[in-house]
């Protein structure tokens, strides 16, 4: 028992040394003056739609970059995309939807703003 009990000690203890690691590197190479960044989503079907946007916001949140978009893109014009991604909208305002032909736009646009 008391291996076990040592195994998970010293598991526990190199995920909590790789994540300061991963902190300080991430610290040192960052940059002085971040720039903007946009993640783009390709969103096929509604099935799945709420699950890619969380998972890209916490990404963002990870990444710590920043001035930090997630810009949603609704291939097929799912109507059921489109719902999730305005009561999203209204909770995180780094997210937008737009339309295939209207991604160069919304990159443009974040890129104007700074």
């Given at each position: 028992?008391?291996i076990v009990?040592?195994?998970?000690?010293?598991a526990l203890?190199?995920?909590?040394?790789?994540?300061l690691?991963?902190?300080l590197?991430?610290?040192?190479?960052?940059p002085?003056?971040?720039g903007?960044?946009?993640l783009?989503l390709?969103?096929?079907?509604?099935?799945?739609?709420?699950q890619?946007?969380?998972a890209?916001l916490a990404r963002?949140?990870?990444?710590?970059?920043?001035?930090?978009?997630l810009v949603?893109?609704n291939?097929?014009?799912?109507p059921?995309?489109?719902?999730i991604?305005?009561?999203l909208?209204?909770?995180?305002?780094?997210l937008?939807l737009?339309?295939?032909q209207?991604?160069?736009?919304h990159?443009?646009?974040?890129?104007?703003?700074?």
């Amino acid at each position: 028992m008391e291996i076990v009990f040592w195994g998970v000690t010293a598991a526990l203890a190199a995920l909590g040394l790789i994540e300061l690691v991963r902190m300080l590197v991430f610290w040192l190479t960052r940059p002085l003056r971040p720039g903007a960044l946009t993640l783009v989503l390709s969103i096929e079907d509604g099935e799945e739609c709420e699950q890619l946007i969380r998972a890209g916001l916490a990404r963002l949140q990870w990444m710590d970059w920043g001035t930090c978009r997630l810009v949603c893109v609704n291939k097929r014009q799912d109507p059921q995309v489109e719902g999730i991604c305005k009561v999203l909208e209204r909770r995180y305002p780094q997210l937008t939807l737009c339309k295939t032909q209207d991604l160069v736009y919304h990159i443009l646009q974040s890129d104007q703003a700074d």
